[in-house]
């Protein structure tokens, strides 16, 4: 449940991330509401899967998938690059991410 509770807060992380750039640095009043109320959430579940996940093990994978996650919201959204080596370094990160949550105790 607590590695579900990680993946949900991940999800949260890019749904913050994205609102930023929405926000257009908190001058627009809703964007800016939803970009705060995502941050608490995700912050509220990397606090409670720390409970049992490690610290270390816990903020590298919800940094993880905030990065994965909005680097391909970026490509969809906002036209950025999709370049061959800019991808394989997003599957870089996944198989890191994948790694931790395969070898974790």
């Known amino acids: 449940m607590e590695w579900l509770m990680l993946f949900v807060a991940g999800m949260f992380e890019c749904a913050w991330a ?4 929405y926000s257009e640095g908190f001058t627009r009043p809703v964007p800016s509401v939803v970009t705060i109320a995502a941050m608490l959430v995700s912050f509220w579940l990397l606090s409670v899967a ?3 996940i490690p610290a270390g093990t ?4 919800w940094t993880g998938i ?3 996650g ?7 959204l906002f036209d950025e690059s999709r370049d061959v080596a ?7 990160i996944v198989a890191g991410v ?3 949550r395969i070898f974790s105790h």
């Open 98 to 100: 994948l790694g931790l």
């Open 70 to 76: 909005v680097a391909v919201v970026g490509m969809l």
């Open 50 to 52: 720390m409970k049992t």
């Open 86 to 92: 800019r991808i394989l370094c997003i599957m870089l």
């Open 58 to 61: 816990a903020y590298a994978v």
């Open 18 to 21: 994205v609102g930023l750039k």
């Open 66 to 68: 905030g990065a994965v």
